[in-house]
């Protein structure tokens, strides 16, 4: 008897450890929220996107995982994200009905402003015949007018109803980069674009722009029927370890009131949008909720 127990005792000595679970950290090419390899710009912030230091932020506060990253397309991501057979998180997402099916989201992590129609301000005036009371632009009004050329990036989501209007105007100028229609519009080749702001305050400080300088030379307008701001969230894998791992981000973003990490993405708007979204963020939308 004494054998065995020692047989088995030396088992478990040498038995090797549970394995923490691991979660693999989804990387996109999306500046400023995912800054990679991009060049000289790109060096100024290396590692710097605000989604990457909101990735930062909560692996250290969840212990109990191994952490992994991994550079992709947004395209490869949804793919990894259907076939679900790993724990694949995002940083920041929107939440959408097509991404639902396959993705579980975190309560609100921030909201930024939504989408805008944006034009050089010295050319403001080619909006003036599509804008509401409001100061809004009808879009479906404006992308009927053939004689103004917009650019937009394929591929990606705006919302559901952005894309609905832009899919009925196939000659409307697409390009595969999320990058390049701010560049083309700060260059001076396509009259407007659709765009976060955080997006143009990408290419604005990228292409040399001072961050606190109190103009910029593009302007934006809201959108008719847009709300004025996005919530974001962090997305991750439709299965069980991922909805285990969504409950623990949410346990850490209720204990959490303050939302440090909120203060990365703020840091990539100008003065009035940072301004707005923190005077719109406890009425546009309850923080700790989870969304529907």
């Not at 694949?88 to 939440?95: P, S």
């Not at 396959?102 to 050089?120: D, E, G, H, K, W």
């Not at 560049?183 to 143009?200: F, M, N």
């Not at 961050?211 to 847009?226: L, M, S």
Request: a neutral charge; glycine letters at 6%; proline letters at 7%.
């Amino acid at each position: 008897m004494r054998v065995w127990a020692a047989i088995i005792l030396a088992a478990f000595a040498f038995a090797s450890p549970v394995r923490a679970e691991a979660v693999v950290w989804l990387m996109p090419a999306y500046p400023p929220a995912f800054i990679l390899d991009l060049g000289e710009a790109g060096s100024r912030w290396r590692g710097g996107g605000f989604a990457q230091q909101m990735q930062a932020w909560f692996i250290k506060h969840i212990p109990g995982y191994e952490s992994e990253t991994l550079e992709a397309s947004i395209s490869r991501i949804m793919t990894l994200m259907q076939a679900g057979d790993r724990l694949y998180c995002l940083a920041t997402t929107n939440q959408t009905q097509a991404r639902a099916a396959f993705m579980t989201f975190s309560a609100t992590l921030y909201l930024q402003p939504s989408n805008r129609i944006v034009v050089q301000t010295d050319r403001s005036t080619l909006l003036s015949p599509y804008l509401d009371t409001t100061g809004a632009v009808d879009l479906s009004a404006l992308l009927r007018d053939l004689r103004i050329g917009g650019s937009i990036a394929s591929g990606r989501a705006y919302s559901a109803a952005i894309d609905r209007a832009l899919a009925a105007v196939p000659e409307l100028d697409r390009q595969s980069s999320i990058e390049t229609p701010p560049k083309l519009l700060l260059a001076g080749r396509t009259d407007w674009i659709i765009a976060y702001p955080r997006e143009l305050e990408w290419a604005w400080r990228a292409g040399g722009g001072d961050a606190d300088a109190e103009d910029r030379p593009y302007r934006a307008y809201p959108i008719v029927g847009e709300p004025p701001f996005v919530a974001n969230h962090i997305g991750c894998t439709k299965n069980a370890a991922g909805q285990r791992f969504i409950e623990k981000i949410d346990k850490t973003i209720a204990a959490n009131p303050d939302r440090p990490w909120r203060l990365f993405m703020l840091a990539w708007l100008d003065r009035a949008d940072r301004a707005a979204v923190e005077a719109a963020e406890p009425v546009a939308s309850p923080l700790n909720a989870r969304p529907p």
